[in-house]
């Protein structure tokens, strides 16, 4: 019986050991850059601050990742230092973002601008918020059945003091 018991203790011990290599073998890599990369930039999920991808939740069934503002900006930050990728494309229609991250979104692809590289921009219906990030390219091009939705920027400040004053 010892020996039965010593012989089962190796076969789990084995087992356990090709369980737990096939699991460290399909984590996934890091993806290598080839040179001449082009960065697709696609925004059409909602655009939070910070992203959903911790492994902190060991059940969760749903594998939805999202990329937030956070790793947006590292993201532009290390493609300005790369010197494989030499553009970005962003391809958006209507930007699901605040106009905050929209503007914060604009002045990293200003910074990435301002390391010599391209940034073209495709729409299909470009919204006010989708426009103004891609007002960074340096080449919009929009569908032609699409449409462009540009009303302006504008802050409408009430002032009460003189109809309260009245009343």
């Known amino acids: 019986s010892c020996l039965g018991v010593f012989l089962a203790m190796i076969g789990i011990f084995v087992v356990s050991l ?9 984590t996934e890599k890091p993806p290598s850059v080839s040179p001449n990369t082009v960065l697709h930039l696609k925004l059409e999920e909602a655009i939070p601050e910070k992203t959903n991808n911790l492994e902190m939740v060991p059940f969760d069934f749903k594998e939805t990742k999202i990329l937030g503002l956070q790793d947006m900006l590292r993201m532009l930050e290390t493609a300005k230092q790369d010197d494989k990728i030499k553009g970005i494309f ?9 106009l905050a991250t929209a503007s914060v979104l604009h002045n990293a692809l200003e910074d990435f601008k ?17 426009y103004y990030i891609a007002s960074t390219a340096d ?8 449409n462009l939705d540009f009303r302006g920027f504008a802050a409408v400040i009430p002032f009460f003091k003189t109809m309260l004053d009245k009343i």
């Open 18 to 26: 090709l369980v737990l290599s096939s699991i460290i073998s399909s």
């Open 90 to 98: 962003i391809e958006t229609d209507a930007v699901n973002a605040g």
């Open 114 to 130: 301002s390391s010599g590289k391209f940034v073209y921009a495709y729409c299909e219906y470009c919204s006010q918020g989708a």
């Open 139 to 146: 080449y919009i091009a929009i569908n032609p059945q699409g």
